[in-house]
């Protein structure tokens, strides 16, 4: 089991240190996104053109968890930008043009949309083109989440990994874990509150029983511990958190009492 499935299930065992607000709950209404920085490196005078699109840059993002800043570097032959997060290295960008679609996109205005309106949590399979590997792992999802008492709660997404209008999403998404952009095998990312996204389940991980421990998390009791100890990455999104409404997990909690733990 991965390190990260093992913390979440001791970190739901520990309910007499928990409250009866729910982790997705609590996280959707109380934990702000995690902030990125953009860097816009540049060896010299930066010309007043280039110094107009990064103001249009910063008003297009202004409402995202990124901060822009520009930063002399005179070693460097030609400006760049390079995107961090907790001070690691996530992509970087030649072009200014690169940058579009940054802070939003398609998939993520739905998912954000998905979790404000009363969903427990997104479920984004992320596919790697081989067909059989794909669909072993998409029946497994849909097995699980079909099974689960929460399913009416849950989405599913399914983002094919090539997809070029999701380019800075999915990038996000393989930085999720400092290997995953060399692996070629389809991922199950658990996404909640605002935009965080837990570390994935991979190939043969992808499991029911994985599946349910996950699920199991966004489920529990929150509690301290969690609190200070948020699993996952925030994803950079330029959206508004106005008026969320949690998913109904008591309520069904109540009406199916052989759930409580």
């Known amino acids: ?7 979440i299930l001791i970190i739901t065992a520990l309910l007499s240190l928990a409250c009866t607000t729910k982790v997705s709950e609590w996280v959707l209404l109380n ?3 995690e902030k990125y920085l953009l860097v816009y490196y540049h060896p010299g005078r930066i010309p007043e053109s280039v110094a107009q699109q990064n103001r249009e840059l910063e008003s297009r993002t202004h409402r995202a968890n990124v901060l822009f800043k520009p930063v002399l570097k005179e070693d460097i032959k030609k400006p760049y930008y390079a995107l961090y997060y907790k001070n690691r290295l996530f992509s970087e960008y030649v072009d200014f043009s690169d940058l579009n679609g940054i802070a939003d996109s398609p998939v993520r205005d739905k998912i954000a949309t998905d979790l404000t309106d009363g969903k427990l949590c997104v479920m984004l399979y992320l596919m790697t083109g081989d067909a059989m590997k794909d669909e072993n792992g998409l029946q497994i999802l849909k097995k699980s989440i079909a099974s689960s008492p929460f399913g009416n709660i849950i989405s599913v997404v399914v983002l094919n990994r090539t997809n070029v209008e999701e380019n800075h999403f999915i990038s996000m998404l393989l ?8 692996i070629r095998e389809p991922m199950l990312f658990g996404i909640f509150g ?8 991979l190939a043969k991980g992808i499991t029911e029983e994985n599946i349910k421990l996950m699920i199991g ?5 929150c509690s301290c511990l969690i609190k200070d100890n948020l699993p996952g990455i925030s994803i950079l999104y330029d959206g508004t958190w106005e008026n969320p409404r949690p998913a109904m997990v008591n309520k069904i ?3 199916n009492p052989q759930l409580i733990r």
Request: with cysteine; aromatic share 8%.
């Open 217 to 221: 998390f966004f489920t529990a009791d």
């Open 31 to 33: 934990s702000p996104a």
């Open 194 to 201: 605002r935009l965080r996204v837990l570390e994935p389940l």
């Open 253 to 255: 909690l109540d009406e």
């Open 175 to 182: 930085n999720c874990e400092v290997d995953l952009k060399d």
């Open 1 to 7: 089991m991965k390190k990260i499935y093992l913390k």
